[in-house]
């Protein structure tokens, strides 16, 4: 149901690569709520996903951008106000890669240009974003910009490796740039920590099945999922959340609050048992 909660708003959104990608589904969410926006990516991306096919849906026009050059954000801030016919309401980063990860070079051992390029990538690029943005006066009084953020930003996640310190920059980022933003022009910048999602990049990590089983059984009401993570950002978008800024919002279904569930103590309880039933028959043997 739609509630035209974006109705006569202006954005531009980074990120959607897929129909399985939240910013994809930001932007379904948002052309259904009355907005109208441009839609970037990679020059890569473009080639291999299927961005065509969303911007025929939502009839947006696509601006190829390499998001941590300052260049190609200038331009796409640029071209995005002449397209939409003035400054934008919203922006939405959904952008994230690690070479470490993708390489398997463990966060002990990790290359540093690679975690440079993680940096850029995943958190300075929302930094050069808005920079863009505020010496081009891009967004409009009471606009809002999201970055999409995860819990491994404050707590430890095995495997998650460097990108926990970009999600911790890119957190940083969005609570400086969110105080200046917030005092000169009135505009909001804020994060949100997402549950696991099945998304085509984060179904391709080793070990991503039992991570979303994990925080399932963990999380009181269960993962969210893209879809849910979108309707999020569209009431950050909103008018009703004009007063929001700087925070780092978590979406994850209680994940954030949790120490120990029953359902994941279940299913520990059953590996130390197997574990003693192990032990015994070893003695006995």
């Not at 974006?6 to 910013?23: E, H, P, R, T, V």
């Not at 919002?249 to 949790?258: E, Q, V, W």
Request: proline fraction near 1%.
């Amino acid at each position: 149901m739609a509630y035209n909660l974006l109705k006569g708003k202006k954005g531009i959104i980074f990120g959607a690569l897929d129909s399985k990608s939240i910013a994809w589904k930001v932007a379904e969410k948002a052309f259904e709520e009355g907005a109208v926006f441009t839609l970037s990516n990679t020059a890569t991306a473009l080639r291999f996903g299927e961005l065509d096919e969303l911007a025929k849906k939502c009839n947006a026009t696509i601006i190829p951008a390499d998001a941590t050059s300052v260049d190609d954000l200038t331009r796409v801030f640029e071209e995005s106000m002449k397209v939409l016919g003035g400054k934008v309401d919203f922006v939405l980063h959904s952008i994230g890669m690690s070479l470490n990860v993708r390489k398997k070079r463990v966060y002990n051992d990790l290359d540093y240009n690679y975690l440079n390029k993680t940096l850029d990538i995943s958190a300075i690029s929302f930094h050069k974003m808005l920079q863009v943005a505020f010496k081009l006066d891009a967004i409009n009084e009471w606009g809002s910009v999201v970055g999409l953020s995860y819990v491994a930003a404050q707590r430890t996640l095995y495997g998650y490796n460097d990108m926990a310190d970009a999600k911790a920059l890119l957190e940083s980022i969005a609570r400086s740039f969110g105080y200046i933003y917030g005092r000169d022009r009135k505009i909001r910048v804020n994060t949100i920590s997402q549950s696991p999602t099945n998304t085509t990049a984060g179904s391709g990590v080793k070990g991503f099945d039992g991570l979303l089983d994990f925080t399932e059984r963990m999380s009181p009401l269960g993962n969210a999922n893209a879809e849910e993570c979108a309707e999020y950002c569209i009431t950050l978008f909103s008018d009703l959340t004009r007063k929001v800024t700087m925070q780092n919002l978590f979406h994850d279904g209680g994940f954030s609050s949790m120490g120990m569930s029953w359902k994941a103590m279940q299913i520990y309880n059953k590996s130390i048992n197997c574990d003693c039933n192990d032990k015994k028959d070893t003695q006995m043997d």
